[in-house]
């Protein structure tokens, strides 16, 4: 069972009809991204709606701009107010802020999938990550998966899962 089967079949979500080729390639020439293949079928068998999903449908685009800045604006905040650098960011030197930001424009990026849990942009079968701020925790080795640990829908993967996105990987837990 696919994972937007597995959620249709629950019966605890409100799911709007998929979204359309089209519909899918707008989203991504707005907002400058490219879906990887898992989360574009997710999102094309049915568009979970309700508290936590992203509404990709929405004329109010500033939530959507919002989730999908989170992960850099965390990681600037944690760089800003925790003292947190990244070593592949070169010496913590001089504007902290500038340099994180420039490392962070080539880190893939991260498009929100619920709530505070995303997916890279374009890189098919990747585990879900846990972002908030610079606490980042793989929770689903995919998103069947995931399903099943947020939600305990379906069965577990029954195999562990290990980021390799450029950047966010390094900071998992």
Known sequence: MTAAELLAA???????????????SDIEREFG???????????A??????????????????GLRAALAAPVEGVLFDVAENDFWYEGWGPAFGDRLATARAGLLIAPRMIPLYAHRYLPAGIAGHPVLSIYQTDVIVYGADLCDWLNREFAIGEPAGRQARSTVPFWSALTT
């Open 10 to 24: 629950s019966g605890r979500f409100t799911i709007a009809p998929g979204l359309s080729e089209t519909e899918a």
């Open 33 to 43: 991204f490219t879906f990887a293949p898992d989360h574009r079928e997710f999102l």
């Open 45 to 62: 068998a049915g568009v979970p709606t309700g508290v936590g999903w992203p509404d990709w449908r929405s004329p109010d685009r500033a």
